[in-house]
């Protein structure tokens, strides 16, 4: 591509940018009508869908134009849809917490617009949000594009005190896990878009807080679990073997129990 082209195409982008950034007040605007909507006269199928379609089309944008906040957001705030039930446990406390991550959304925007770049208070807000929405002490990041292997990690799970996120894709992990404060990430080895053991390396090579996360690799690969021992690999590696069950409950605990308050925002 030529120096012209790509100048080019960066204004285009740049364009595209900035027409997204001017349509999201009027898409927040209606976010917060549907919410008050479904508070005071119930919700219904058509208000919650419109809802968590306008969600899922901001996440995608957001990280279609670098505003990976704007995406962090948006997924806690799928997150918290997904446990209703199709709408249909959407309860008003939840629609309340609702409305505090769309003011969340508002007030990124604002900064944007200032040219501010510094989202720590944001940041802060959103933890103490994704705190508040966990039923249990520990929060787990669980990493796997396979349905079966989910269900059975999740299966084991679900005895332990820990609330699950589950995610598939490598690189969305890798950004949530920067920017939110998991106890613990638990990945199998291959991941679409960034592998497990790269997706832990990067996690534990990166300035934030989250790089002392404690982590845990699943993989078929006996050569992986015996051989590697370096900084940036896994806290723990188990095999897949008709052990595992009990070994990943094992490791979970004692991952946990290293640091037995769950982490605090901020």
């Known amino acids: 591509m030529s120096s012209i082209d790509s100048d080019t195409f960066q204004q285009m982008l740049l364009q595209l940018r900035n027409a997204f950034l001017d349509e999201v007040p009027e898409k927040l605007d209606r976010l917060e009508q549907l919410l008050i909507a479904m508070e005071n006269s119930g919700v219904n199928n058509d208000s919650f869908n419109e809802f968590y379609r306008i969600i899922h089309s901001l996440k995608g944008s957001g990280g279609t134009f670098g505003l990976h906040i704007i995406t962090t957001i948006c997924h806690q705030l799928e997150d918290l849809l997904n446990t209703t039930g199709g709408g249909s446990k ?21 900064k944007v617009h200032a040219g501010d770049t510094n989202y720590q208070q944001i940041e802060e807000q959103l933890n103490k949000l994704h705190k508040q929405l966990a039923r249990k002490p520990f929060t787990v990041l669980l990493v796997d594009n396979s349905k079966l292997s989910t269900n059975i990690y999740l299966q084991i799970l679900s005895e332990l ?44 090579l990166s300035d934030s807080k989250s790089r002392d996360t404690k982590t845990i690799l699943i993989t078929s690969n006996k050569n992986i679990a015996t051989t590697r021992h370096r900084a940036t690999d896994a806290d723990y590696t188990l095999i897949k073997d008709a052990k595992l069950a009990q070994n990943l409950a094992d490791a979970v605990k004692q991952a946990l129990s290293h640091d037995s308050s769950p982490k605090k925002a901020g």
């Not at 309340?96 to 003011?103: E, H, K, P, R, T």
């Not at 969305?172 to 939110?180: D, G, I, N, P, V």
């Open 161 to 204: 005190p820990v609330q699950t996120v589950v995610i598939s894709d490598g690189i969305l992990a890798l950004t949530r896990a920067l920017m939110e404060p998991f106890d613990l990430v638990i990945t199998s080895n291959e991941i679409p878009m960034l592998s497990g053991p790269a997706l832990i390396g990067a996690l534990k």
């Open 90 to 110: 959407f309860s008003p406390p939840l629609i309340a917490i609702s409305l505090n991550y769309i003011d969340l959304l508002r007030s990124v925007i604002v």
